[in-house]
């Protein structure tokens, strides 16, 4: 059973620091994998989705890595800032419609 | 338009109601989904509709019952609710391949229902 974890569950930075944010999934035959961002109380904005044959992608300040031999995906984010604070998911999908949604990351950036 | 809306955004209901959550797309997708969270946790998958046909049920309870009328709608119809069944409700759409019979593409996410049953 495909389990995926977040490290770490909550993170406080001030405003301008580069950030990584970290995913592991125990099984490493997925299809693809999404990050997202999901600010209190409201649905999930997809940042960034890498297929299992891509090693990474970019979009803006945010930069997601992924690894399946080893089951790791990293979130990097520079430049942080105050509007980057909120939830972070992972989510990893196998064969069919379904994707295993991590257990999150709570980000916090400090003006 | 890369719109996912979701009413009502809140709904108080008692045990004995039957509510219905709607969900509504108008990008083409042609996959979509109801995914329930509890407070601190991830989603969790309740039911997959792909091409209109339920492709995945995640053994939800019968009191709730998924309803896809059309490409562009998606319904969770609501009976008979626990308390601990109160919730966000969240739909997404995505654009399935078919042939593989997985989702490539991003899925979409609406803003959520805020379920409270008393």
């Known amino acids: 059973k495909q389990e995926v974890t977040q490290i770490p569950a909550a993170l406080s930075v001030p405003e301008g620091e580069n950030l990584v944010l970290n995913c592991s999934f125990t099984?490493?035959?997925?299809?693809?994998l999404q990050w997202f961002r999901q600010d209190p109380g409201k649905g999930l904005t997809s940042l960034l989705l890498i297929q299992s044959s891509q090693r990474e992608q970019t979009s803006g300040r945010l930069n997601a890595s992924l690894d399946k031999s080893s089951g790791r995906s990293t979130l990097y984010i520079a430049a942080s800032q105050p509007g980057d604070s909120a939830t972070y998911l992972c989510?990893?999908?196998?064969?069919?419609?379904?994707?295993?949604f991590g257990t999150g990351t709570r980000l916090k950036v400090l003006a | 338009d890369t719109e996912v809306t979701q009413t009502p955004k809140h709904l108080v209901m008692g045990m004995t109601n039957k509510k219905s959550l709607k969900c509504e797309q108008h990008m083409g997708h042609r996959a979509m989904y109801w995914y329930k969270q509890k407070a601190k946790k991830p989603p969790e998958l309740m039911f997959v509709?792909?091409?209109?046909?339920?492709?995945i049920n995640e053994s939800v309870p019968s009191r709730f019952s998924p309803e896809c009328p059309n490409s562009s709608l998606l319904n969770l119809h609501l009976h008979a609710l626990q308390p601990e069944d109160s919730a966000l409700y969240l739909c997404a759409s995505s654009q399935p391949r078919l042939a593989e019979r997985t989702t490539t593409d991003t899925q979409y996410f609406g803003p959520g229902t805020r379920l409270t049953v008393l």
């Open positions: 989510a990893v999908s196998r064969w069919t419609y379904k994707y295993i």
């Open positions: 509709y792909s091409y209109e046909k339920l492709s």
């Open positions: 099984d490493s035959a997925i299809y693809n």
